[in-house]
């Protein structure tokens, strides 16, 4: 394929090379790694529109996180295809070009993420095909006015060239707004990085997710005590400020439970002096900041689910100076809080390993039926936190993986499903504590997460905790198979 640059920074004309003789001709279409080169990584979807002479379509991009990188190409016909630039640190920020494509040249266009793209059909029954990068999602649908006099387009060169007496527009692309008055933000270069507790589950798999989405290495900073105590503020600025990230995920705190209640001084002063710290860099390193917080900020008391705007009243040592860190972090007009329960990982212990532990020599086990909530898989939980930390939907939410179970109802489900002939005894929170004789920290009994505020701004919600539980089992099962290679 030849790939010809543009006026446009990173936009490239596409002619596929051509094989013929008498019968026809071979040409290719796709070839992921030439295009992977261009910042093309996948293949997501591949969708055509039909259009009647004069159809003009745009200028449309969608917002992030499902803002799509396009290879496009007219396949019947003949069209103007019209980018626009949009990413403010580009050298061609609201710059445009206009390019032919018919059927005929055969000509492909690359527009990266961060461009509106529009064309104007020439010719009836002109097919337009497009080939993108990410979903298409109607809630992030946007777009420019097709005729901003800031851009200046030269449309009326076009009309004229190709005898279209006025150009026919949806009633939606007529109101679209115009350049200055778009507020949405794109960048050429990627964003940047920092997890703090990346030793724990979750900052573990936030950075598989980055990782996976294409982020590179050298745009991550993943730390944990060893490399950024976050109780030293010195520290915490000085690494703050040298790596620079667009994005905090703050997953560093004492989760401890029931340690947490002989410990409040050293708990207060991680939970809430170290998140003070990281919101201090965060506001003046111009950061946004992902703060896990937790179910504990309720007491459980509430019939039904909980909605992030709900009174708090934390009754332990931990549930209180996890809220304490919400109020801190609020001072940052750019953060997401991510109130969670229950979580397993990979990368740590968790109550799925503590079952499969205890399955080894125990024919039966007491757990607690009276306490109610989400188990919740890291993987799901870093998606969904790598997307939320794209878009500009600030505030609070409640994330955990859709459905509701006991403990007692959570560890048959595991024993099930890894075929595990474990009886479970269903025990009240007051029985397990008798029987065992130990001393717990306060625990809500109803941790019912409302998660609506998800889908309300466009997001998907996690899915069911059981289907969650079935994915990490074979998570586990392919790190047994790695740990038994090694063994060997």
Same mark, same amino acid.
């Given at each position: ?43 997501v ?23 799509q ?6 396949i019947?016909?003949?069209a103007?295809?019209?980018?626009v630039?949009?990413? @403010?640190?580009?050298?061609s ?17 690359f ?10 059909? #020439? ?8 080939? /993108? ?19 200046? @387009?030269n449309?009326q060169? #076009? ?18 707004p115009?350049?200055?008055?778009n ?37 991550? $900073? ?22 620079a ?22 708990v ?10 990281? /919101?201090d ?6 950061a ?26 934390p009754?332990?040592?931990?549930? $209180?100076?996890?809220?304490?860190g919400e ?24 109550f799925i ?14 757990v607690v ?14 998606k ?13 939410y ?10 007692a109802?959570?560890?048959?489900f ?40 998800i ?6 919600? #996690? ?6 539980v ?19």
């Amino acid at each position: 394929m030849k790939i010809i640059k543009t006026d446009l920074k990173d936009c490239y004309i596409i002619e596929p090379a051509k094989f013929g003789d008498k019968r026809g001709y071979f040409s290719p279409y796709f070839i992921q790694n030439e295009f992977s080169e261009l910042g093309f990584k996948n293949v997501v979807q591949t969708n055509r529109s039909m259009s009647s002479k004069g159809v003009l379509r745009g200028l449309h991009f969608q917002k992030d996180p499902k803002c799509q990188a396009k290879i496009v190409e007219v396949i019947n016909g003949k069209a103007v295809d019209v980018v626009v630039d949009m990413r @403010i640190d580009s050298p061609s920020y609201g710059k445009y070009i206009a390019v032919e494509l018919t059927a005929q040249n055969s000509r492909q266009l690359f527009v990266p993420r961060g461009f509106a793209h529009g064309f104007i059909a #020439l010719e009836d029954n002109t097919i337009f095909q497009y080939i /993108v990068d990410n979903d298409y999602a109607p809630k992030f649908e946007a777009g420019i006015k097709w005729d901003d006099k800031d851009i200046n @387009i030269n449309w009326q060169e #076009l009309f004229q060239k190709y005898n279209i007496t006025k150009p026919v527009l949806s009633e939606k692309d007529q109101i679209l707004p115009t350049f200055k008055d778009n507020k949405v933000i794109f960048k050429r270069e990627d964003d940047k990085y920092l997890i703090t507790g990346y030793n724990g589950q979750l900052g573990y798999d936030i950075k598989r997710v980055l990782l996976a989405n294409g982020i590179a290495e050298e745009n991550i $900073l993943a730390t944990d005590i060893d490399n950024m105590d976050i109780t030293n503020k010195e520290q915490v600025n000085k690494v703050i400020k040298n790596f620079a990230p667009n994005v905090i995920f703050h997953c560093a705190a004492w989760t401890a439970v029931d340690k947490a209640e002989d410990n409040p001084d050293l708990v207060r002063k991680i939970n809430v002096e170290g998140t003070k710290n990281i /919101v201090d860099a965060s506001i003046e390193n111009n950061a946004k900041i992902v703060y896990l917080s937790t179910d504990y900020v309720f007491d459980g008391t509430k019939n039904g689910e909980y909605k992030v705007d709900d009174k708090v009243n934390p009754k332990s040592v931990y549930g $209180l100076t996890k809220y304490e860190g919400e109020e801190l972090v609020r001072k940052n007009p750019h953060h997401y809080i991510a109130r969670i329960s229950w979580v397993f990982g990979i990368n740590g212990h968790n109550f799925i390993r503590t079952m499969l532990n205890l399955s080894q020599n125990h024919s039966q086990i007491n757990v607690v039926d009276d306490q109610i909530g989400s188990p919740t898989y890291t993987v799901d939980l870093a998606k969904f936190l790598v997307e939320l930390a794209q878009t500009d939907k600030y505030g609070t939410y409640h994330a955990t993986n859709e459905g509701f179970c006991s403990w007692a109802e959570f560890a048959e489900f595991i024993f099930k499903t890894n075929n595990k002939e474990v009886k479970v005894n269903h025990v009240s929170t007051e029985e397990y504590l008798k029987i065992t004789g130990t001393k717990q920290a306060y625990r809500p009994k109803n941790s019912c997460l409302d998660k609506s505020k998800i889908s309300e701004i466009g997001l998907n919600n #996690l899915p069911t905790w059981q289907n969650a539980v079935l994915r990490y089992n074979e998570e586990l099962k392919e790190e047994t198979k790695v740990l038994e290679r090694i063994k060997k």
